[in-house]
């Protein structure tokens, strides 16, 4: 029988010596007089176990199998180990290989891997000590999220990735459908879409806040935690045309409220992984980049700060007028670009800043009209090396406003009936936000392209795995 479970993991905290059994994938094999030497590693934690093979107790045809790469089962002798670098050592009695890798083919040898090259070999990317520390700390991630929403009552509300509304505002979307490419119904010149699989032209979803707003309108406090999609065509390295998102959605909050949740939210979920994750993290410091653990510990211990967008269009303002050079034009009226939002957040308050209060014209139809009549309740929360993390606002709850919202942005009315009877039956303040899981994932990690904080990336040209 194999039975799961024996994680390397607890070999190396357990106590030593005892017999004991590990399984994994070799990462590399050292030589010397009649022993060798194996890191073994399961997944289950950043340290290797040392596997140790005397040539006359493991059959020499046996030995020829463990290489890089092999997947092998030792059993043996847990013991203190005499070398460096390791508590404990597995001193193998018995070695069992699942399956071989022949060492001329194997992809993966032991040093001076690209990121890029490994995108390309993402069935095996999985183990190498980059890829094992980002997977590990993505599920800490996960796991944080719901935790922290659970800790406080929230409902998990799952919200459909396939969606009929078609102007949400996010952003460009992915048509869905099953009608024939080659041959198309038309009627009127147009395609016929009442043929199509439901009946009308449908998309995948860009974000489920409008269908979370129904929730938090009969729930008080929920959260979505699934994939979007954006067929925006931005090649960067924060991107992504398939991402997560958490999105909390909050009754009888206002901005403010909002802006303490998205604050509490971020400190917990950082000191919830740099907890659980620490080898991992050390790692990212060591080799990716060295200012990410200073960054979380600042982060997680200090307050953020707060300006509003006027306020922060002053500054860059004085900024540029000082002589600091930006490529795009800064003004009242005009959005934030990543340069400007960096700018503020790793030169001004060097720590992340939330800007609220923006114009009207440059945020979706959703936001609460402040009562200057010109801007809306947004905020953006903007971290150091990674700019927007979060976007969200206190939503408009007053039927007329919302409707004449509807009508400047040149939407159509008809598709928003239910969000609009929302205001019209029981309405109520309430207020949410988005944070890119990835985006996240790169503030934790240090990572500099999104595409190596997710399993198997989707960009614009790019679908393999
Ligand atoms: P950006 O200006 O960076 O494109 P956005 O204004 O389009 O962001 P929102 O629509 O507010 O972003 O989405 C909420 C959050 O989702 C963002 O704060 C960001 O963390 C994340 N996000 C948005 N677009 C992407 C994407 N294409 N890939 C990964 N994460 C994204
Ligand atoms: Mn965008």
């Known amino acids: ?94 070695i069992e290989v699942y399956g071989g890798a022949d060492p001329a083919s194997y992809p993966l040898q032991k040093k001076g891997h690209t990121l890029e090259f490994l995108r390309e070999i993402a069935h095996l990317r999985t183990r190498s000590n980059t890829f094992g520390a980002v997977f590990r700390v993505r599920n800490a991630l996960a796991f944080a999220i719901h935790r922290f929403f659970q800790e406080r009552g929230f409902l998990y509300v799952h919200t459909p990735v396939i969606s009929a509304s078609d102007a949400e505002g996010a952003g460009a979307m992915f048509q869905v459908t099953t009608l024939d490419l080659m041959n198309l119904p038309r009627s009127n010149g147009g395609i016929d879409f009442t043929q199509d699989f439901f009946g009308r032209k449908t998309f995948l979803t860009v974000s489920g806040q409008l269908e979370a707003e129904i929730f938090a309108l ?42 303490r949740l998205a604050e509490e939210f971020l400190k917990y979920i950082i000191a919830f992984v740099l907890d659980r994750c620490a080898a991992d993290l050390e790692f990212f410091n060591k080799r990716i980049d060295s200012t990410v653990l200073a960054t979380l510990a600042h982060v997680a211990g200090s307050d953020f700060e707060h300006v509003s967008y006027t306020e922060a269009v002053r500054m860059l303002e004085r900024a540029r007028d000082g002589g600091r050079a930006f490529e795009f034009p800064v003004g009242w009226g005009m959005d934030l670009q990543s340069e400007h939002e960096r700018y503020l957040t790793e030169e001004v308050f060097r720590k992340p800043v939330i800007v609220t209060d923006y114009p009207a014209e440059i945020k979706a139809f959703y936001m609460r009209l402040n009562d200057d009549g010109r801007t809306v309740r947004a905020m953006d929360v903007l971290a150091p090396r990674i700019g927007e993390i979060i976007g969200g606002s206190q939503r408009e709850e007053r039927y007329d406003v919302l409707l004449d919202k509807i009508r400047r942005h040149g939407l159509p009315e008809q598709d928003y009936w239910w969000y609009l009877e929302l205001r019209k039956y029981g309405t109520a303040p309430h207020a949410g936000f988005g944070l890119g899981f990835e985006r996240m994932m790169m503030y934790l990690t240090g990572m500099k392209n999104i595409r190596d904080v997710i399993p198997f990336p989707r960009t614009p040209g790019s679908a393999a795995f």
Request: hydrophobic share 40%; net charge negative.
């Open 1 to 94: 029988m194999i039975e799961p479970g024996g994680y390397i993991r607890d070999l190396l905290a357990g106590p030593a010596p005892r017999a004991a059994e590990a399984r994994g994938w070799v990462k590399t094999r050292r030589d010397g007089k009649g022993v060798h030497f194996v890191q073994l590693n399961d997944g289950s934690c950043f340290q290797d176990l040392q596997v140790v093979m005397e040539a006359g107790a493991i059959p020499a045809e046996t030995l020829r199998q463990v290489t890089t790469g092999a997947c092998i089962r030792a059993a043996g002798d847990l013991t203190p180990s005499p070398g460096a670098g390791q508590a404990v050592e597995l001193r193998a009695r018995e």
């Open 218 to 259: 009969a729930f008080s406090n929920v959260y979505t935690f699934g994939p979007t999609f954006r067929a925006e065509n931005s090649n960067t390295p924060r991107h992504l045309a398939e991402f997560w998102m958490i999105e909390p959605e909050v009754a009888f909050c206002d901005l403010d409220g909002n802006r």
